[in-house]
């Protein structure tokens, strides 16, 4: 199984800052083992400048935050898959719980986002996750199988099984715990990616076993070792300790 690990530097660092980080990051890490990715998630200005940092150095990508589902046309403000990929990038978040919960994107449109961006040529990593009140009131799995479902109804046969390894990754995100302090504990972890796992194998079948499963919610030094240890976890979503470069190079470590 693939392992991922994920910086998302959100609406932080200038092309300056953004390239000083990404050159700090390629010296801390040189070439990543076969098996292993690190992805930084870089504002749109700065994804050109992580990209060539990250030149020569195998295992090393970038990824936009964002795309919209359409090639070009009036769409003020957006973002194509193909801009994305000329800019240096070779993945996208869809689904970040920010994008659904402050942005107010529904389901469909990150489904769209989703297998629009697989079809022209983009590394998914797909965030789902439920809010405090959903989790306090039973309804973790039925959230985990709406927005996973929502995606996979509508996935074209030709992204279908064996094509999605190596292309789709899932993030598992508890609302409740991203920018919190709060961690989800280890069996809250491992019953979320059990289940997780359990749903991807319904709409899949075997290809589940090979789609990396990442956690993101308040990971830190500290902690990142613990959770890379569990069931089911092929990788970290990192949010604010991954803005300086020292602190994700500890968590990669770990």
Same mark, same amino acid.
């Given at each position: 199984?693939?392992?991922?690990?994920?910086?998302?530097?959100?609406?932080?660092?200038?092309?300056?800052?953004?390239?000083?980080?990404?050159?700090?990051?390629?010296?801390?890490?040189?070439?990543?083992?076969?098996?292993?990715?690190?992805?930084?998630? $870089?504002?749109?200005?700065?994804?050109?400048? $992580? $990209?060539?940092?990250?030149?020569?150095?195998?295992?090393?990508?970038?990824?936009?935050?964002?795309? @919209?589902?359409?090639?070009?046309?009036?769409?003020?403000?957006?973002?194509?898959?193909?801009?994305?990929?000329? $800019?240096?990038?070779?993945?996208?978040?869809?689904?970040?719980?920010?994008?659904?919960?402050?942005?107010?994107?529904?389901?469909?449109?990150?489904?769209?986002?989703?297998?629009?961006?697989?079809?022209?040529?983009?590394?998914?990593?797909?965030?789902?996750?439920?809010?405090?009140?959903?989790?306090?009131?039973?309804?973790?799995?039925?959230?985990?199988?709406?927005?996973?479902?929502?995606?996979?109804?509508?996935?074209?046969?030709?992204?279908?099984?064996?094509?999605?390894?190596?292309?789709?990754?899932?993030?598992?995100?508890?609302?409740?715990?991203?920018?919190?302090?709060?961690?989800?504990?280890?069996?809250?972890?491992?019953?979320?990616?059990?289940?997780?796992?359990?749903?991807?194998?319904?709409?899949?079948?075997?290809?589940?076993?090979?789609?990396?499963?990442? @956690?993101?919610?308040?990971?830190?030094?500290?902690?990142?070792?613990?959770?890379?240890?569990?069931?089911?976890?092929?990788?970290?979503?990192?949010?604010?300790?991954?803005?300086?470069?020292?602190?994700?190079?500890?968590?990669?470590?770990?």
């Amino acid at each position: 199984m693939q392992k991922i690990f994920a910086a998302n530097w959100k609406m932080y660092k200038t092309r300056s800052q953004a390239s000083q980080s990404a050159q700090e990051l390629a010296k801390g890490l040189g070439q990543m083992p076969a098996g292993q990715e690190v992805v930084v998630f $870089a504002p749109f200005t700065a994804i050109s400048c $992580a $990209a060539d940092a990250f030149k020569g150095h195998a295992g090393l990508t970038v990824g936009g935050q964002n795309c @919209y589902p359409a090639e070009e046309g009036a769409f003020t403000g957006e973002t194509s898959p193909a801009m994305l990929r000329d $800019a240096g990038a070779a993945w996208v978040l869809t689904g970040h719980s920010e994008r659904r919960h402050i942005m107010g994107e529904d389901d469909a449109l990150v489904a769209r986002k989703t297998i629009f961006a697989l079809e022209h040529g983009l590394n998914v990593l797909l965030c789902i996750g439920e809010t405090l009140e959903q989790r306090e009131a039973g309804k973790l799995n039925a959230v985990l199988e709406r927005q996973l479902a929502a995606v996979f109804a509508a996935m074209p046969a030709s992204l279908g099984g064996a094509a999605l390894v190596g292309k789709l990754a899932v993030g598992y995100e508890p609302v409740w715990a991203i920018g919190t302090g709060k961690v989800a504990g280890p069996k809250e972890v491992l019953d979320a990616h059990a289940v997780t796992r359990a749903l991807l194998g319904k709409l899949v079948g075997e290809t589940a076993s090979r789609l990396p499963i990442l @956690y993101g919610g308040s990971v830190k030094p500290n902690n990142a070792a613990g959770l890379m240890a569990l069931d089911n976890v092929d990788g970290l979503l990192v949010g604010g300790a991954s803005l300086e470069a020292q602190s994700f190079l500890q968590i990669i470590g770990a």
